[in-house]
């Protein structure tokens, strides 16, 4: 039976990603659902339910049942499509943290990215090419001591200051795990960050063309935070040249930031140990070049290594892999095979 009693519903949850952090639809879904007096519970195969929702963040993550035991079942998240939405009542509910035993609040204060040159990332296809402001704090957070802000662009939004005003009355600390947008940063800015207490700061440098350099040394000068606990995703593989990675990485080394390579369509190459994937149809200089960026990003991502070796010419295992002919697999009479 799905039903319980005359109104209860039986309700099964999927978390499709599996990754080690809480799902927030899927907190958000509970809740409301527990509002109704059904049952909810993680998705138990031996048993039907009146609805199951599978939610799903990353297209690669594969799905964990061919068949589902229930009467309905609704998918969603941007690992299905852009377009799907919860409905009102549910985005605004508060979460049920209990459903994944969470100690920390999690939310989005604003949504939309105006960055529509960045083709790699779906915020603005998702949420809208303008930062716009969605909810606030007490929305998703009762008092947790650490706060992790899911927002793609914060900095962007008309009503930032006020949400920043809304984190520092809190005294609680903060995540970025979103990142930050150095591209808005100013003096007045600096200064409004200064009063949020923030446990960790993010911020990228994705396309070699603009130059941030500025915008890093604002932040850096006004000492908003220990440079040497920022980190700066660079993006490689994607529209950058090697020399133009380097050009960032260096610059931003320069003045204390840890620079975190993320190499584009990574998973297209290579396997999660980094082992070559077999029939990659590419051409070699294609293939050089994404090893290359694979050992800038060994290099670059061990804080230990790139301090104590701060030339990426002098890194062991890339100075090795060129004597050794900078070998990368190649097709020969349809056999993949090494050069």
Known sequence: MWWKGAEQMNIGLIDVDSHNFPNLPLMKISAYHKGLGDNVEF????????????????????????????????????????????????????????????DFAIGWLTRGCPRVNHSFCITPKKDGCKAVKVADLKEFWKGQK????????LLACKDKYELLKQMADSKVSFLFDG??????????????????????YHFAWDDPKEDLESKFKLFRDEKVANTGQVGVYVLVNYWSTIEEDLHRIYVLRSMGYMPYVMIYDKQKYVDSRGKWLKGIDVDEETLRHFKTCQHMQR?????????????????????????????????????????
């Open 43 to 102: 998705y138990n195969h031996e048993k039907h339910y009146g609805k199951v929702y599978a939610s799903k963040v990353f297209t690669e993550s594969m799905e964990k049942y061919k068949d589902i035991n229930a009467h309905e079942v609704i998918k969603g998240g941007s690992g299905y499509d852009l377009k799907n939405k919860l409905p009102y009542e549910i985005e605004h509910q508060y979460p049920d943290y209990d459903l994944y035993n969470c």
């Open 179 to 200: 990142g930050l947008d150095v591209r808005f940063m100013t003096k007045e800015l600096t200064k409004a960050l200064k009063q949020v207490k923030v446990k960790e």
């Open 299 to 339: 290099w670059a991502n061990n804080r230990a290594l790139i301090k104590s070796v701060p030339d990426f010419e002098d890194y062991q295992n890339y100075k090795d892999w060129k004597r050794k002919g900078m070998q990368v697999p190649t097709r020969q009479r349809n056999i993949f095979e090494y050069m």
């Open 146 to 153: 650490v706060v992790s802000l899911l927002d793609q662009n």
